[in-house]
Structures are given as structure tokens and as C-alpha cells.
């Protein structure tokens, strides 16, 4: 009985890993396709999909792009998002449960909405959509995931640390800079991690507040626009790769020190 | 104290990461810029930058599907944000009415060198002043798997609507030529089409999404062709199959008998822009023998080049893919888009949503 | 009660801290949102739009089919979305938290994420290849003699379930795991003691304990999947539209802004009906 239970697990497990892992699979396969048709069947092996995705002026620039938002924009969220949990969690403020309210309540709506609402006012300002305007869009979008997790990290048990810093005379902004912000580091960097992921790739809010800077989501959504193009997977499996690349680091280097130390 | 530590290594990390980003950023922006509203044609690397090159400017491309959607972003925009259009040539005489192109100098474009059939001098001038010069021009007609299907079948454009294929069909997902195309397909002229046409229109088209797979844009629809998901693309033509048929040899399309319709594209420029000359030079490049060539060439899509005497710069494969010595005879037998004022425009398009939500 | 001057001064640095994020938030989120309210009260008429304050764009909404099925069709394919979803991911996470071993139970984890950290739209497309008639699903079917015709799995809803619910298994498994391993295997224990077996405790005592995490989880899947663009659009082969297709096309092809507003409101307040289906479940709560 228990040997059969073990054996369903694994398989249950086994199966639906699969379906996770096919889209992904398949995609780099096809990046390798020889022949300008990005469809199966597989002909045949080839690097060069790879070789004109790194040629490509405007992929790249896009790459470049999309790095610069999501990199600034969760700075930015994560800094507002940590000076309100602080705000917050350290003093009384009037109608506290309705500001929190506020402050996550993008959260709870679609992107599409917070991407149009900043479009119909974009439009009445006269302002010039641009990377600037994704990246305030793309705040938005973050900074209730920056508050709220730095928020719900904040206990008691820093209070008299902190207390104790004061009273060894060190001023307020000291006090957040050299001992809370260090101490909630690993919340903070979940909630910038996060932050990164998402603003990497949305599409939609990138899509419609742009013009011709554009980030890679939306790049790649007007190359699939506009003909067959095997660039396409090759780009994926390349965003693909550095990504999980870019996950092992952080596993090795930041969560799992700040995991053991904790 | 670890933590600290690891902490400043990753914001030093972050700061690296990030003044990289934004250098990369800036490097490009120093030179001239000249922003282009066009179809996706127009973004070959291979078109636009010998022009960049030669001219030392950066060519910002913005691209759009359809005139309602250019209107709507041009409408966002302010007077002077764009310089050059790209736009269907029916389309231009809105375009006029809304007062932003620009007259351009008659005598500094090839207007004589261009297919008589696709001046199109009754949209694209006004007044004796021209104000937008044909570029391209395509049809929106049949494409098919000539392995797959009856290719005699195809001379008939009620196989969009014939169980025979059902389940085989693609519809290109564009209102206004596909809204023509049903309409020339049960005997009505494009050039009449009023709203008292859309009923009639309306119940083929619901006939049509019953045989069909899907409606898709381009890349759907040349994937569910290349795949063999579908055999038949209704509203498709040589833009759509000619960027396959090296590897897909056994694709193809057709005019059937009752005809299909001609798009024309045109392309201008903005008369609020502050960089006339440039935007002027641009247009010049673009319709001159050697831009022409490689504009029918795009990566986006195929089509027969406005310059008849782009034909000198194309090879004999290119212009046989093209159909180059078949114009003739589908230009007879085609029809150009519906011409659509506002309200119009709108009541085609809840047709289309109405057979999409069927 | 009089504030004394130190309590003043301390909550004027309270406010100094809570107010670059909640301007923020006021500015680019409220206000725009409050604008679009207004705006979905006018009408688009011609090429203007004009401050009308009528509720046509509603009633349109409520008497034009295409317009009102788009709501239809998102509401069914999310119920169906959240409901499969949470199935699929409870045994996955089930098994991620009890039978695989402590130290790799993180790498589980990782394994079932590394899929999405490639492009959203990249990967709807590859669905694409995986689901098409030619596609590796059907090949792989029609080879082993299990059919003898290709599934349409593509182009239609069950493909744009079918992407979805790629996506919403991963997370919900998160979510679900994060609750499973929260529960003190003493309440497991107790049960056994009291006479239980395996399923009543996990119909007695499992699930409701994990119920929260499960609400988190459909709560989230709700609001994502309703408010998605991308997967229909690719998946869905334009044999239906979604409530955000059909406010895409309000914008891109015709720039009609109040009723692309007007229908977003609506999309907000079928959200919004969840959230307080769902609010005992979602309280956010400090450790």
C-alpha cells in the first residue's frame, strides 16, 4: 500500500512536471531549427537563429531596455515600499488599516487597467509615452508586492535593536539605513527579486505605454506581429537560459547564505 | 554580520548593472531622428538602414495595423511627434480631411515611373497637390495548400463559406478587407459598400466562421498554413505566402472569378513635422527604384513594388514570386478597399466582433 | 486628547516616511482610475469624444452580444481555469511537502518555477507548437496508436485553458505547499490518535487548515486570468473573445476610450465581487 502510494506520487509528480516543462522544451528545440520555418517538423540542427538574435540591433536594444525598467522601477518600488511598512509598522497613523488598504490595492486589479487608466491621463497631460512611462506604470504595478512583503516582515523583535541604536545615539535615517534595512534584507531583496521578475515581463502595461524605446515583451510581440520568424524561439531560449542562470546565482549567492545565517 | 556584507556586494552589483544598462541606453541618441508611423514592412533593418547610413539619422518606427488604429495613436500625439505616414492609399483622402499631411513637390517624385493602375491621383492628390504617393500594393484573395485542396476549387470565392473545407479555413483577422472581400464574393462593389450592405455581408460572414478553424493575424495564420492546421487562408495572398514558399513549395494563391481586392499602400508626410526636408528625403528613398526593391522584399511581407522600375533591381526568382508579368490580369480583377467614414468604420468593425463572438 | 509636541513630531516623520509611496499610488494609480471612471460616462461620437455623462457605454454593454459574451466567455474560462488549476497543483503540492525529502523539496520547487523564467509571450506561442494538429502532443498521440485523428487542441478554448492553466499550477502549487508545511504534524497526529484514517483526516483536518492557502491561490488565479490578454489571443484563435480582447480592440482599432474605460470598470467589479467573496481568506497579516 504504501510502496503504491509512492509509485502514483512519483508519477503523478513525474506527469505533471512534464506538462510544466513541454512548452519550454519543445521551444528551445525549435530555436535550433534549421530552415526559416519555426514550425515542426524539426529538419535539423543549427546555431544560427542564436548568431541573428545577437546581431539584432533592436532585440538587443530591447534587452537593454527591459533591463533598465525593471531594474530601476523595483529600486524605486522597493524604496517606497520600504519607507511605508517602516512608516507603518514603527508609528501610529490615523486611518493606518484604509492607507494600507490603498497602498496594496493595485495588487487587486488587472494590469490591462492600471495600463489604460495611466494611458487616458498620459493623453490629457500631453506627456510623451517613452520607457519612462512603463516604468512609472511598472512602480505601480510592484511597489503593494514591495510593501506588502517588506510590511509582513517587519516584527516586534526588531523594535528594540533599533531602540537600542537610538539610544546609542544614532539619528533616525542611520537607524533605518544601518539597522532595519540590513536586518529586513532578505524580505527586501525577495520583494526586489519579485519585483525584477514581473517587470521583466509584463507585456501589457509595456505595450500600451510605449512608443518607440520598447521592452523586450513587446519587441518580441511585434516581431511574432508581423511574419514567421524563427528569432523568435531563439530570443525565448536565450531569455530562458539567462534567467535560470541568473536564479542559480542568486540561489547560491544570496538566499542561501542569508538562509543559513537566519 | 554577514548579511551586511552580502548586501553591499549585491548594490554594488545593482549599480554596475544599471549604469551599464543606462549607457547602453544613451549611446544612440545623439544623432538626428526622424519618426515613422508605418506597417510592420517598413521595420527591415535591410530597408531602413541604408537610408539611416547615408542620411546619418535614426529612424524611430512605429508600427500599426489597420487606419483606425494609425488615427487613434496620431490622435494621441501631438502636432509635430511624427513625420512620415504610412498609410492605405483609400485611406488618404481622411487623412487630408484631418488636415496633417503635408503637400510634397510633385516634381521631385517618380510619379510617372510608378503602375498607372496604382497612382491612384483621385485619393492620393487633392486640389492638384499631391499629398501621398503609392508604395506598394498586394490583394487580399485566397492562399492555399495546392496538395491539400482542389486548387480548381479556389477559382470561387464561395469556398469561404462551403462545408467542403469545413474546418480547414483560416480567416485573416481584418475587418475591413475581409468585410470587402465577403462583399465581392455575393456581387457587391467595394466602392458602393454602404451600411445597408452589412446584413447581407453579416450573415455570410457568420457562415463563413462556421467552416473556418480560426481568425488570425499574419504570423497565426502563415503558422496554421505552414502546419497544415489549416489548408485554405481567406483574406491571404502573396504577403502572406511568399516569405514561405522557398521552404513550403506547395503554397499558393489565387484571384478567384469574382475577383478579390487591392491594397495600396501610400505614404507621406506630416504637416506639422519639423524636419520636412528630412521626412521629404525619406519618402524619396522609399519610392525610388532601389528602396522599392527592397521594400517589396521586407522581412514582414512581400509585395509588388508601386516603381515599375524597381523591376531592375529585383532578380528573376524575386519577381516570379512576386507574380511580376501576372499584374495585369489580377489588377483587372480586383477591387480596392472599401472607403469608410467614421460611422461606417465602426459598424463594419461591431459586424466583425459580432462573427469573431459567434 | 492634545498630541504632546514629541507625538507631533513623531508622526510628522511617520508621514514623511508613508507619503512618497502613497502620493505614488495616489497619483498614477487613483486618479487615473478615477479619470477613467468619468471617462467611461462619456461617449466616443465621430472622432471625438465628447463629456456627455450618459450611461450609454453600459447599456451597450449590457445589449450588444459581442460586447456583453466577452464577459460571458472570461468568467467561464476563468471558473474553469481556477477550478482545474487548484486540482492539478493540491496533489503536486501534496506531494512536494510530504514525500519528497526535506533538502530537496526547495529544488522541487525551483524545478516546477525555472519554466516561467522565459517570455510570457514566447511561451504562449510555443504552445502553439506543442498543441497545433502537427504539433508534438498530437504527433506523439497519433504515433502510439492512441488516436487516429489529431485533437484540436488549439485555436480554440480548450487551448487557451490549456496555457492557462500551465501557468496557475505552478503558482498555486506555491501557494498550497507554502500553507501544507505551516501545519504542525501534531493536528495529524491527534487525529490518528482519535480513531481517524488517512482520508478523514485529510478531509477533516488537511484541508480545512490549508483552505486559506488555497483561497490565496484562486483568489490570485482569479484576478490574473480574468485580466489577461496574451493567452487568449494567442490560444484562443479568435474563435471567442475575452472581456480584455474585447477592450483591446475599443482601443487599438478605434481609440473609443470611454468605452474601452466603461468596460474595464465592469472587468473591476467582477474582481472586486471575488475579493469580497474571498476576504475572510485574505486578510494581510503581520508576523
Request: proline residues 4%; neutral net charge; hydrophobic residues 50%.
Given at each position: 500500500?504504501?510502496r503504491?502510494?509512492?509509485?502514483l506520487?512519483?508519477?503523478?509528480?513525474?506527469?505533471?512536471?512534464?506538462?510544466i516543462?513541454?512548452?519550454?522544451?519543445?521551444?528551445?528545440?525549435?530555436s535550433?531549427?534549421?530552415?526559416?520555418?519555426?514550425?515542426?517538423?524539426?529538419?535539423?540542427?543549427?546555431?544560427?537563429?542564436?548568431?541573428?538574435?545577437l546581431?539584432?540591433?533592436k532585440?538587443?536594444?530591447?534587452?537593454?531596455?527591459?533591463?533598465?525598467?525593471?531594474?530601476?522601477?523595483s529600486?524605486?518600488a522597493?524604496?517606497?515600499?520600504?519607507?511605508?511598512?517602516?512608516?507603518?509598522?514603527?508609528?501610529?497613523l490615523?486611518?493606518?488599516?484604509?492607507?494600507?488598504?490603498?497602498?496594496v490595492?493595485?495588487?487587486?486589479?488587472?494590469?490591462?487597467?492600471?495600463?489604460?487608466?495611466?494611458?487616458?491621463?498620459?493623453?490629457?497631460?500631453?506627456?510623451?509615452?517613452?520607457?519612462?512611462?512603463?516604468?512609472?506604470?511598472?512602480?505601480?504595478?510592484?511597489?503593494?508586492?514591495?510593501?506588502?512583503?517588506?510590511?509582513?516582515?517587519?516584527?516586534?523583535?526588531?523594535?528594540?535593536?533599533?531602540?537600542?541604536?537610538?539610544?546609542?545615539g544614532?539619528k533616525?535615517w542611520?537607524?533605518?539605513?544601518?539597522?532595519?534595512?540590513?536586518?529586513?534584507?532578505?524580505?527586501?531583496?525577495?520583494?526586489?527579486?519579485?519585483?525584477?521578475?514581473?517587470?521583466w515581463?509584463?507585456?501589457i502595461?509595456?505595450?500600451?505605454?510605449?512608443?518607440?524605446?520598447?521592452?523586450?515583451?513587446?519587441?518580441?510581440?511585434?516581431?511574432?506581429?508581423?511574419?514567421?520568424?524563427?528569432?523568435?524561439?531563439?530570443?525565448?531560449?536565450l531569455?530562458?537560459?539567462?534567467?535560470?542562470?541568473?536564479?542559480?546565482?542568486?540561489?547560491?549567492?544570496?538566499?542561501?547564505?542569508?538562509?543559513?545565517?537566519? | 554580520?554577514?548579511?551586511?556584507?552580502?548586501?553591499?556586494?549585491?548594490?554594488?552589483?545593482?549599480?554596475?548593472?544599471?549604469?551599464?544598462?543606462l549607457?547602453?541606453?544613451?549611446?544612440?541618441?545623439?544623432?538626428?531622428?526622424?519618426?515613422?508611423?508605418?506597417?510592420?514592412d517598413?521595420?527591415d533593418?535591410?530597408?531602413?538602414?541604408p537610408?539611416?547610413?547615408?542620411?546619418?539619422?535614426?529612424?524611430n518606427l512605429?508600427?500599426y495595423?489597420?487606419t483606425?488604429?494609425?488615427?487613434?495613436i496620431?490622435e494621441?500625439?501631438?502636432?509635430?511627434d511624427?513625420?512620415?505616414?504610412?498609410?492605405?492609399?483609400?485611406?488618404?483622402?481622411?487623412?487630408?480631411?484631418?488636415?496633417?499631411?503635408?503637400?510634397?513637390?510633385?516634381?521631385?517624385?517618380?510619379?510617372?515611373?510608378?503602375?498607372?493602375?496604382?497612382?491612384?491621383?483621385?485619393?492620393?492628390t487633392?486640389d492638384?497637390?499631391?499629398?501621398?504617393?503609392?508604395?506598394?500594393?498586394?490583394?487580399?484573395?485566397?492562399?492555399?495548400?495546392?496538395?491539400?485542396?482542389?486548387?480548381?476549387?479556389?477559382?470561387?470565392?464561395?469556398?469561404?463559406?462551403?462545408?467542403?473545407y469545413?474546418?480547414?479555413?483560416?480567416?485573416?483577422?481584418?475587418?475591413?478587407?475581409?468585410?470587402?472581400?465577403?462583399?465581392?464574393g455575393?456581387?457587391?462593389?467595394?466602392?458602393?459598400?454602404?451600411?445597408?450592405?452589412?446584413p447581407?455581408?453579416?450573415?455570410?460572414?457568420?457562415?463563413?466562421?462556421?467552416?473556418?478553424?480560426?481568425?488570425?493575424?499574419?504570423?497565426?495564420?502563415q503558422?496554421?498554413?505552414?502546419?497544415?492546421?489549416?489548408?485554405?487562408?481567406?483574406?491571404?495572398?502573396?504577403?502572406l505566402?511568399?516569405?514561405l514558399?522557398?521552404?513550403?513549395?506547395?503554397?499558393?494563391?489565387?484571384?478567384?472569378?469574382?475577383?478579390?481586392?487591392?491594397?495600396?499602400?501610400?505614404?507621406?508626410?506630416?504637416k506639422?513635422?519639423e524636419?520636412?526636408?528630412?521626412a521629404?528625403?525619406f519618402?524619396q528613398?522609399?519610392?525610388?527604384?532601389?528602396?522599392q526593391?527592397?521594400?517589396?522584399?521586407?522581412?514582414?511581407?512581400?509585395?509588388?513594388?508601386?516603381?515599375?522600375?524597381?523591376?531592375?533591381?529585383?532578380?528573376?526568382?524575386?519577381?516570379?514570386?512576386?507574380?511580376?508579368?501576372r499584374?495585369?490580369?489580377?489588377?483587372?480583377?480586383?477591387?480596392?478597399?472599401?472607403?469608410?467614414d467614421?460611422?461606417?468604420?465602426?459598424?463594419?468593425?461591431?459586424?466583425?466582433?459580432?462573427?469573431?463572438?459567434? | 486628547?492634545?498630541?504632546?509636541?514629541?507625538?507631533?513630531?513623531e508622526?510628522?516623520?511617520?508621514?514623511?516616511?508613508?507619503?512618497?509611496?502613497?502620493?505614488?499610488?495616489?497619483?498614477?494609480?487613483?486618479?487615473?482610475?478615477?479619470?477613467?471612471?468619468?471617462?467611461?460616462?462619456?461617449?466616443?461620437?465621430?472622432?471625438?469624444?465628447?463629456?456627455?455623462?450618459?450611461?450609454?457605454?453600459?447599456?451597450?454593454?449590457?445589449?450588444?452580444?459581442h460586447?456583453?459574451?466577452?464577459?460571458?466567455?472570461?468568467?467561464?474560462?476563468?471558473?474553469?481555469?481556477?477550478?482545474?488549476?487548484?486540482?492539478?497543483?493540491?496533489?503536486?503540492?501534496?506531494?512536494?511537502?510530504?514525500?519528497?525529502?526535506?533538502?530537496?523539496?526547495?529544488?522541487?520547487?525551483?524545478?516546477?518555477i525555472l519554466?516561467?523564467?522565459?517570455?510570457?509571450?514566447?511561451?504562449?506561442?510555443s504552445?502553439?507548437?506543442?498543441?497545433?494538429?502537427?504539433?508534438?502532443?498530437?504527433q506523439?498521440?497519433?504515433?502510439?496508436?492512441?488516436?487516429?485523428?489529431?485533437l484540436?487542441?488549439?485555436?480554440?478554448?480548450?487551448?487557451?485553458?490549456?496555457?492557462?492553466?500551465?501557468?496557475?499550477?505552478?503558482?498555486?502549487?506555491?501557494?498550497?505547499?507554502?500553507?501544507?508545511?505551516?501545519?504542525?504534524?501534531?493536528?495529524?497526529?491527534?487525529?490518528?490518535?482519535?480513531?481517524?484514517n488517512?482520508f478523514?483526516?485529510?478531509?477533516?483536518?488537511?484541508?480545512?487548515?490549508?483552505?486559506?492557502?488555497?483561497?490565496?491561490?484562486?483568489?490570485?488565479?482569479?484576478?490574473?486570468?480574468?485580466?489577461?490578454?496574451?493567452?487568449?489571443?494567442?490560444?484562443?484563435?479568435?474563435?471567442?473573445?475575452?472581456?480584455?480582447?474585447?477592450?483591446?480592440?475599443?482601443?487599438?482599432?478605434?481609440a473609443?476610450?470611454?468605452?474601452?474605460?466603461?468596460?474595464?470598470?465592469?472587468?473591476m467589479?467582477?474582481?472586486?465581487?471575488?475579493?469580497?467573496?474571498?476576504?475572510?481568506?485574505?486578510?494581510?497579516?503581520?508576523?
Amino acid at each position: 500500500m504504501r510502496r503504491l502510494t509512492a509509485a502514483l506520487s512519483a508519477l503523478y509528480a513525474g506527469l505533471i512536471y512534464l506538462f510544466i516543462f513541454l512548452p519550454v522544451v519543445v521551444l528551445v528545440l525549435f530555436s535550433f531549427q534549421d530552415g526559416t520555418l519555426p514550425v515542426p517538423p524539426l529538419n535539423g540542427l543549427t546555431l544560427r537563429w542564436y548568431e541573428a538574435v545577437l546581431s539584432d540591433g533592436k532585440l538587443m536594444a530591447a534587452l537593454g531596455n527591459s533591463l533598465l525598467v525593471a531594474v530601476l522601477s523595483s529600486a524605486l518600488a522597493c524604496l517606497l515600499g520600504f519607507l511605508a511598512a517602516y512608516a507603518f509598522a514603527r508609528y501610529r497613523l490615523p486611518a493606518s488599516a484604509l492607507l494600507r488598504g490603498l497602498l496594496v490595492a493595485p495588487m487587486t486589479v488587472s494590469t490591462l487597467i492600471i495600463g489604460l487608466g495611466l494611458l487616458s491621463v498620459l493623453n490629457v497631460t500631453g506627456l510623451r509615452l517613452s520607457l519612462v512611462t512603463v516604468g512609472i506604470g511598472h512602480v505601480v504595478i510592484n511597489l503593494p508586492l514591495c510593501f506588502a512583503v517588506i510590511y509582513a516582515s517587519m516584527g516586534g523583535h526588531q523594535v528594540n535593536i533599533e531602540r537600542a541604536a537610538r539610544d546609542l545615539g544614532a539619528k533616525d535615517w542611520q537607524v533605518m539605513a544601518l539597522v532595519t534595512a540590513p536586518m529586513l534584507m532578505p524580505s527586501i531583496l525577495a520583494a526586489f527579486f519579485l519585483s525584477v521578475t514581473f517587470s521583466w515581463d509584463e507585456f501589457i502595461v509595456a505595450f500600451l505605454l510605449s512608443r518607440f524605446d520598447v521592452t523586450l515583451p513587446v519587441e518580441i510581440w511585434s516581431m511574432l506581429r508581423s511574419g514567421l520568424d524563427p528569432k523568435t524561439n531563439a530570443v525565448g531560449s536565450l531569455v530562458f537560459l539567462v534567467s535560470v542562470a541568473f536564479l542559480l546565482v542568486m540561489e547560491l549567492a544570496v538566499f542561501r547564505k542569508s538562509g543559513r545565517s537566519s | 554580520m554577514r548579511k551586511t556584507v552580502s548586501a553591499a556586494r549585491m548594490r554594488r552589483l545593482l549599480l554596475v548593472t544599471a549604469s551599464a544598462a543606462l549607457l547602453s541606453a544613451s549611446a544612440a541618441s545623439a544623432q538626428e531622428t526622424l519618426n515613422a508611423l508605418v506597417w510592420c514592412d517598413h521595420t527591415d533593418p535591410g530597408l531602413i538602414e541604408p537610408f539611416e547610413k547615408a542620411n546619418d539619422v535614426k529612424v524611430n518606427l512605429k508600427e500599426y495595423e489597420g487606419t483606425g488604429a494609425a488615427i487613434s495613436i496620431i490622435e494621441q500625439s501631438r502636432p509635430g511627434d511624427w513625420d512620415v505616414l504610412v498609410i492605405d492609399a483609400v485611406d488618404v483622402p481622411r487623412a487630408i480631411d484631418m488636415d496633417i499631411l503635408g503637400e510634397m513637390p510633385a516634381d521631385q517624385l517618380p510619379l510617372a515611373d510608378l503602375f498607372p493602375e496604382v497612382r491612384m491621383d483621385e485619393t492620393t492628390t487633392k486640389d492638384g497637390k499631391v499629398y501621398a504617393v503609392t508604395e506598394k500594393f498586394g490583394y487580399n484573395t485566397i492562399s492555399f495548400d495546392k496538395t491539400k485542396v482542389d486548387p480548381a476549387d479556389m477559382e470561387d470565392l464561395s469556398v469561404a463559406w462551403s462545408e467542403k473545407y469545413k474546418g480547414r479555413i483560416a480567416l485573416y483577422d481584418y475587418y475591413l478587407p475581409m468585410v470587402g472581400l465577403t462583399g465581392v464574393g455575393i456581387g457587391k462593389k467595394t466602392a458602393d459598400l454602404t451600411e445597408a450592405d452589412l446584413p447581407e455581408i453579416k450573415e455570410k460572414l457568420f457562415e463563413m466562421k462556421k467552416v473556418s478553424r480560426q481568425v488570425s493575424d499574419v504570423v497565426a495564420s502563415q503558422t496554421a498554413l505552414a502546419t497544415g492546421e489549416v489548408d485554405i487562408v481567406i483574406g491571404g495572398g502573396e504577403w502572406l505566402t511568399a516569405g514561405l514558399v522557398a521552404e513550403k513549395p506547395n503554397l499558393d494563391w489565387t484571384v478567384p472569378k469574382q475577383g478579390a481586392l487591392r491594397w495600396a499602400q501610400s505614404i507621406g508626410v506630416f504637416k506639422d513635422s519639423e524636419k520636412r526636408d528630412l521626412a521629404l528625403k525619406f519618402v524619396q528613398y522609399i519610392v525610388s527604384p532601389e528602396g522599392q526593391a527592397r521594400l517589396a522584399t521586407s522581412s514582414c511581407y512581400w509585395a509588388m513594388p508601386a516603381n515599375a522600375k524597381a523591376g531592375e533591381h529585383l532578380s528573376d526568382a524575386q519577381k516570379a514570386v512576386l507574380r511580376w508579368d501576372r499584374q495585369p490580369e489580377y489588377l483587372k480583377n480586383t477591387q480596392l478597399y472599401p472607403v469608410a467614414d467614421a460611422d461606417l468604420d465602426a459598424a463594419m468593425q461591431d459586424v466583425w466582433t459580432e462573427m469573431l463572438q459567434q | 486628547m492634545t498630541a504632546t509636541p514629541l507625538e507631533r513630531a513623531e508622526r510628522r516623520k511617520a508621514w514623511a516616511f508613508a507619503l512618497p509611496g502613497l502620493l505614488w499610488t495616489g497619483l498614477f494609480f487613483l486618479v487615473p482610475f478615477a479619470y477613467m471612471a468619468m471617462l467611461s460616462f462619456w461617449t466616443r461620437q465621430g472622432r471625438e469624444v465628447v463629456a456627455t455623462w450618459t450611461l450609454d457605454n453600459y447599456v451597450a454593454f449590457f445589449e450588444k452580444a459581442h460586447l456583453f459574451k466577452g464577459l460571458v466567455v472570461s468568467l467561464e474560462i476563468t471558473a474553469a481555469v481556477t477550478v482545474i488549476s487548484v486540482l492539478l497543483a493540491y496533489p503536486l503540492a501534496w506531494i512536494i511537502a510530504e514525500r519528497v525529502p526535506k533538502r530537496w523539496q526547495r529544488f522541487a520547487l525551483i524545478m516546477a518555477i525555472l519554466p516561467f523564467w522565459t517570455s510570457y509571450v514566447v511561451r504562449s506561442y510555443s504552445w502553439l507548437l506543442v498543441l497545433s494538429k502537427g504539433g508534438v502532443v498530437n504527433q506523439a498521440l497519433l504515433w502510439t496508436g492512441l488516436l487516429s485523428e489529431p485533437l484540436e487542441l488549439s485555436a480554440n478554448r480548450t487551448g487557451t485553458i490549456i496555457g492557462f492553466v500551465h501557468f496557475f499550477v505552478m503558482l498555486l502549487t506555491l501557494t498550497i505547499y507554502a500553507n501544507l508545511i505551516q501545519l504542525s504534524p501534531n493536528y495529524r497526529r491527534a487525529a490518528a490518535d482519535l480513531g481517524a484514517n488517512a482520508f478523514q483526516t485529510f478531509w477533516h483536518v488537511v484541508l480545512p487548515l490549508t483552505l486559506p492557502g488555497i483561497m490565496v491561490g484562486a483568489f490570485l488565479t482569479f484576478v490574473l486570468c480574468i485580466g489577461d490578454y496574451i493567452t487568449p489571443q494567442i490560444l484562443g484563435g479568435n474563435n471567442e473573445l475575452v472581456l480584455p480582447q474585447v477592450i483591446m480592440l475599443q482601443l487599438g482599432r478605434r481609440a473609443d476610450f470611454p468605452m474601452a474605460a466603461a468596460l474595464s470598470l465592469v472587468l473591476m467589479v467582477v474582481v472586486t465581487l471575488a475579493y469580497v467573496a474571498c476576504a475572510r481568506w485574505l486578510k494581510m497579516e503581520r508576523t
